[in-house]
């Protein structure tokens, strides 16, 4: 039986937030320097940065209640899953 695609990405999403967070408790400052240069980078390169779910996992705000998002993730050379994952 397959799975939901919405289970999926939920399921992923919050890997990478734990992952977030990992890296941050090993890391510290260092990780946390990183994740707010690469925010402020995308930020600057995409108007539309707030319609991405992974762009508010790597912050770690809160989107508005009930929020659908449009997007999950950036391009390739933009991608926050990949970014995560090298933390």
């Not at 090993?26 to 390169?45: F, H, M, S, T």
């Given at each position: 039986?397959?799975?939901?695609?919405?289970?999926?990405?939920?399921?992923?999403?919050?890997?990478?937030?734990?992952?977030?967070v990992?890296?941050?408790?090993?890391?510290?400052?260092?990780?946390?320097?990183r994740?707010?240069?690469?925010?402020?980078?995308?930020?600057?390169?995409?108007?539309?940065?707030?319609?991405?779910?992974?762009?508010?996992?790597?912050?770690?705000?809160?989107?508005?209640?009930?929020?659908?998002?449009?997007?999950?993730?950036?391009?390739?050379?933009?991608?926050?899953?990949?970014?995560?994952?090298?933390?």
């Amino acid at each position: 039986m397959e799975k939901d695609p919405s289970v999926i990405i939920e399921n992923l999403a919050q890997e990478l937030a734990d992952l977030r967070v990992d890296a941050i408790k090993r890391n510290g400052w260092e990780a946390q320097d990183r994740i707010i240069a690469v925010a402020n980078k995308l930020k600057l390169k995409y108007s539309d940065y707030e319609e991405y779910k992974m762009f508010h996992i790597l912050a770690g705000s809160t989107p508005e209640e009930g929020k659908q998002f449009t997007k999950f993730d950036f391009p390739e050379e933009d991608s926050i899953a990949s970014f995560i994952r090298s933390l």
